[in-house]
């Protein structure tokens, strides 16, 4: 689903900052090689995570589904000089384009890139994250969030992707589609909890901005 016109999108990327040189090398071979390729964030979204993790300026960060490794550099660019990004994907066949391009990036030395199962993963991480970004597996978006909430330091930001899911979150009478009712499910989540402020932005396919209170 659609939920802007495909016009304004052109002119909002438009007057968006380009896309960096090495992220368009990445999204094109991502294109090429990879199954899935549209998991990538790409040139809009990329720049807003890119913005957010500058206006943040954190010094630990966790993400959750690494893919390609696209938003990973994204998220890098906000780093302090000393910080530090956790990356964690289960599918270990990605790693040589993941750390092609960590390493032209001049992010490799802050970037921990970890090949398993993040609910196993998480539990073993103890560092204060300041900025946490979920793109993984839909459907234990819920157990992610609460594995990592306090982890997180105050006024920390977890941010959300796909959480529009191409509009079946307006469905609640889904069945048989465990990604969307566990969407659903986590929405809800976001806005019940109170150690949390969420707000909802129907960018691409959605992505929520959650902070620690």
Same mark, same amino acid.
């Given at each position: ?149 306090? $982890? ?25 589609? $465990? ?11 976001? $806005? ?22």
């Amino acid at each position: 689903m659609s939920f802007i016109s495909e016009e304004i999108m052109d002119y909002a990327e438009m007057h968006t900052n380009d896309e960096p040189k090495l992220l368009q090398e990445l999204r094109k071979e991502t294109w090429q090689k990879v199954i899935a390729p549209r998991m990538l964030s790409g040139h809009f979204q990329g720049r807003l995570l890119a913005m957010i993790s500058k206006m943040i300026q954190p010094k630990k960060i966790l993400e959750i589904g690494t893919f390609t490794g696209y938003a990973t550099l994204c998220l890098a660019e906000g780093l302090t000089d000393n910080g530090t990004i956790f990356t964690i994907d289960i599918n270990e066949e990605l790693e040589e384009i993941q750390q092609k391009y960590f390493k032209k990036s001049g992010y490799a030395q802050q970037i921990v890139l970890l090949t398993g199962n993040a609910l196993e993963l998480i539990p073993r991480l103890t560092e204060g994250f300041d900025l946490v970004f979920i793109d993984a597996d839909k459907e234990n978006y819920s157990q992610y969030f609460e594995l990592i909430i306090d $982890k997180m330091n105050k006024g920390g930001i977890v941010l959300s992707d796909n959480v529009l899911w191409s509009g079946k979150v307006l469905n609640n009478a889904v069945k048989n589609d $465990k990604d969307t009712q566990s969407l659903i499910l986590y929405n809800q989540l976001l $806005k019940d909890e109170s150690k949390v402020e969420t707000i909802l932005l129907p960018i691409r396919d959605g992505i929520s901005i959650t902070r620690k209170l």
